[in-house]
Nanobody, 127 residues
Framework: QVQLVESGGGLVQAGGSLRLSCAAS????????MAWFRQAPEKEREFVAA????????SYADSVKGRFTISMDNAKTTVALQMNSLKPEDTAVYYC????????????????????WGQGTQVTVSS
């Protein structure tokens, strides 16, 4: 069982930045592909970004491309989502997700591909 804990959410003005972090209790992400999803009120959960277990491959939703960066630290204990040039439409609860895989270059933009989820962290961008 993998327990994921997100941190770093908060309130920021449009154009500002936030950095979200996701850590797993008692283990590393060396065998896991990781992703961030978000869910705004009354909307479906949507893909934001993903990174392969090797860290060599990433993917981004078109809406965040060029503004958000997903990364994994060298020790593979934390996955971060650096969010720059934030917009009010980025307001949502952000979730970290993990999928155990032995493929070094694998990720998915589909939420059902991931079987471990964090509790979410709120990001609010004011205009």
């Amino acid at each position: 069982q993998v327990q994921l804990v997100e941190s770093g959410g908060g309130l920021v003005q449009a154009g500002g930045s936030l950095r979200l972090s996701c850590a797993a209790s008692g283990r590393t992400f060396s065998n896991y592909a990781m992703a961030w999803f978000r869910q705004a009120p009354e909307k479906e959960r949507e893909f934001v970004a993903a990174i392969s277990r090797s860290g060599s491959s990433t993917s981004y939703a078109d809406s965040v491309k060029g503004r958000f960066t997903i990364s994994m630290d060298n020790a593979k204990t934390t996955v971060a989502l650096q969010m720059n040039s934030l917009k009010p439409e980025d307001t949502a609860v952000y979730y970290c997700a993990a999928k155990q895989t032995y493929a070094s270059v694998w990720w998915s933009e589909r939420s059902w591909s991931y079987n471990y989820w964090g509790q979410g962290t709120q990001v609010t961008v004011s205009s």
